[in-house]
């Protein structure tokens, strides 16, 4: 029997299930970047958005950086943590996270969902999240799979050969 089930799995294409949670900056690329790569690969590939993760799927998305409790965060000279608390911090490091993924050639946030869709990413929002933060359906971009919940997305990632949380 278990040969048998290991010789169906051989057959289909490797499946990768994320979940993203996050709705920052620097929290949307890890989950697109991941999908859009296992896409490239031949992977059918999912992401369920949920909590702040919703974010990154709305149209009119302006996604920061969070500074203040982020000590890893790379800054061009040491600061304390204390200092990441004042007015205009948060604007400043989302500014110079986008010019250093631009300058790098990293692909924007919109360009990685456009690609995701392109390549058939199942791009899942949380229902039970939307009704809890009143978001519309129809404040999402263009190629999102239907609203679903837990039960249809882990259903969907049951036989999932990677399974990510983000």
């Known amino acids: 029997l278990f040969a048998i089930k290991e010789a169906e799995r051989a057959k289909r294409p490797k499946k990768m299930a994320i979940i993203a949670t996050k709705g920052t900056l620097d929290w949307a690329y890890p989950p697109l970047i991941l999908a859009t790569t296992g896409a490239t690969l031949g992977w059918d590939v999912g992401i369920f958005f949920t909590f702040y993760g919703l974010k990154i799927l709305q149209k009119d998305r302006k996604l920061e950086i969070g500074t203040t409790g982020n000590p890893a965060m790379p800054m061009p000279v040491p ?9 205009g911090m948060t604007p400043m ?60 997305f882990l259903t969907w990632a049951a036989d999932a050969d990677i399974a990510l949380f983000t």
């Open 79 to 87: 600061m304390p943590q204390l200092l990441t608390a004042l007015p």
């Open 93 to 152: 490091a989302t500014s110079m996270m986008k010019k250093q993924f631009k300058d790098h050639g990293v692909a924007s946030i919109d360009e990685l969902l456009d690609l995701a869709v392109e390549m058939g990413v199942k791009l899942s929002p949380c229902g039970m999240t939307m009704d809890v933060f009143g978001f519309q359906e129809s404040s999402f971009i263009e190629g999102t799979e239907p609203v679903c919940g837990a039960t249809h």
